[in-house]
Nanobody, 117 residues
Framework: QVQLVESGGGLVEAGGSLRLTCAAS????????MGWFRQAPGNEREFVAT????????EYGDSVKGRFTISRDNAKNTVYLRMNSLKPEDTAVYYC??????????WGQGTQVTVSS
């Protein structure tokens, strides 16, 4: 089992920044990916960003490219999402996930991000 705990969400004005943190505990893994999805009320869950645990290769959703940056600290089993130039349409619950190679995907409980106009 892998437990994921997100933090760093909150209320911010448009144009502002936030940094989300996702700390993993329990089973440790040496390969796979971690990242973020988000879900706004009435919308489907949307891919935000992912990072490969070994190579650090990253991918981003089209709506956040150039504004969001994902990074990780292997020693701390932690993934970060730096969000700059936030827009009201970024308002959503942000979910961290971990997909260890060969195992099921694990999800965090989510953290609310609200961007006011």
């Amino acid at each position: 089992q892998v437990q994921l705990v997100e933090s760093g969400g909150g209320l911010v004005e448009a144009g502002g920044s936030l940094r989300l943190t996702c700390a993993a505990s329990g089973r440790t893994f040496s390969s796979g990916t971690m990242g973020w999805f988000r879900q706004a009320p009435g919308n489907e869950r949307e891919f935000v960003a992912t990072i490969h645990w070994i190579s650090s290769v990253t991918e981003y959703g089209d709506s956040v490219k150039g504004r969001f940056t994902i990074s990780r600290d292997n020693a701390k089993n932690t993934v970060y999402l730096r969000m700059n130039s936030l827009k009201p349409e970024d308002t959503a619950v942000y979910y961290c996930y971990a997909a260890p190679r060969g195992f099921s995907t694990y999800w965090g409980q989510g953290t609310q991000v609200t961007v006011s106009s």
